[in-house]
Every structure is written in C-alpha cells, then in structure tokens.
C-alpha cells in the first residue's frame, strides 16, 4: 500500500542537539510539506517541496532546515537555533503543489526537547 | 490577514447530527478541505468543496458558502468513533493550504 512513513513516532532530546526527523512517501507524489502542529493552534507549514533539488521557506522556517535529494524523501532538521522545538511535526505530500488534490499525511513525530 | 474560525469545542450524543462551522477569509479561493484528526494520529482527508452547495459522502457531508465564505460539515448518526478533532481549510490563490484551529467533537452515549 502507498503512503507516507515517518519515524521515529516519538523522540526525545536535550536543548542544544540538533535532531532530524524522517519522511519516506511512496506515492511517487510531487509536493511534499513539513508541518509543526500544537495545541490550540492551527497547523502551520515549515518547509516544502515542489521537486527534488528545490524547497521553500514556510511561514515558521527559522530554526529547521529541510533537504530533497530523492523524491521520495524529506527529512527535517530540528536546529538548536530553533527556540521552542518540542511540538507535533507532520509530513505530508500530494500530487502537485498548483492543484486542489488533498494532502496526505505521515502519522507524525512527537519531538520533546528538554 | 488570512483567517480561519472554527469552534475549539462541541459536544454531541450518539446517534445524533451535529454541524462543524467554518468561516474564513482568505487572499483568493481554490477550494476548502475537511480533514479528521484523531488524537495523536496523522490527520484523514474528508471532504473537498469549490463549488456552492452541499457535497454528501455517507454519514458526513459538506456545506460551501463562498459569498459568505462559510462551509459547515455535518455529521449524522453520531458513532463513538467520531470523536475526533475536525479541521477546516483553505486552498489560498497560490494553491497554499490556511488551516483552522480544529473543533474538538466530543461523543457522549
């Protein structure tokens, strides 16, 4: 079945550690977005993707940094510059960045930083 | 600015109907998802409306107002399993996705 992975689901670490989350899709899609999720607030995009070789800043990009050198994967790196990193990070992809189709999402990973 | 309203919270009872709003007010329009997201879990695509009118798929169907820009999503025959958070969102003119808060449906037997 085709769909997206993330892992790990959850990941702990300490101020100061970079970390970098994973995103595998196998839907052979296009677009491919990094979104943080926390309570009470709406989901808001960090990076994304149009085509390998090329991403875009998202409205909150400032402390995370983003590679696509496959198409089927979009890991995220989780800076020590970014100040309040513990959150919810979703990974979602669809066929194209300029059309309607819906996003589909990875399960997520829960980042606590302590 | 862009925005998106829904209410953070509704309760219902099993078996019942209950209506999720949504108003927004964006910079263009190419369309309005809803999604359902169970806690902890990745969120589920619902619906999709460009059109006026109301979209019907089973138990859930979708409501468009783009004068008022306004959608609902109604849910009948209320299961247990609804419980969930709804999330609403819109396709801006540069094909960008503006997300709601999410309403938090809560099922009561």
């Known amino acids: 079945d085709g769909g997206i992975t993330q892992s790990p689901k959850y990941l702990f670490r300490k101020e100061g550690q970079n970390v970098t989350l994973s995103c595998e899709q196998n839907?052979?899609?296009?677009?491919m977005y990094w979104y943080r999720q926390d309570p009470g607030q709406g989901l808001r995009l960090i990076y994304y993707?149009?085509?390998?070789?090329?991403?875009q800043k998202g409205d909150i990009a400032e402390g995370y940094s983003v590679s696509r050198e496959k198409k089927e994967s979009f890991p995220l790196t989780v800076t020590s510059a970014q100040k309040n990193p513990t959150a919810f990070y979703l990974c979602?992809?669809?066929?194209?960045?300029?059309?309607?189709?819906?996003?589909?999402f990875g399960n997520g990973t829960r980042l606590t930083v302590t | 600015g862009q925005n998106i309203d829904q209410p953070t919270e509704m309760t219902a009872t099993e078996g019942a109907i209950v209506q999720i709003n949504c108003t927004y007010q964006?910079?263009?329009?190419?369309?309005l998802f809803w999604y359902q997201q169970h806690a902890g879990e990745a969120p589920t695509f619902l619906s999709y409306?460009?059109l006026d009118g109301l979209e019907e798929k089973g138990r859930f169907s979708s409501f468009l107002s783009r004068s008022k820009g306004y959608s609902y999503l109604l849910l009948k025959e209320l299961q247990m399993k609804d419980s969930a958070s709804y999330l609403c969102?819109?396709?801006?003119?540069?094909?960008?996705?503006?997300w709601g808060a999410g309403t938090k449906l809560i099922i009561k037997p």
């Open positions: 979602a992809s669809r066929s194209g960045q300029a059309d309607n189709s819906p996003l589909h």
């Open positions: 839907l052979n899609h296009d677009a």
């Open positions: 993707s149009q085509i390998v070789n090329d991403f």
């Open positions: 964006t910079s263009g329009f190419n369309g």
């Open positions: 409306n460009v």
């Open positions: 969102a819109v396709l801006d003119s540069n094909y960008q996705l503006i």
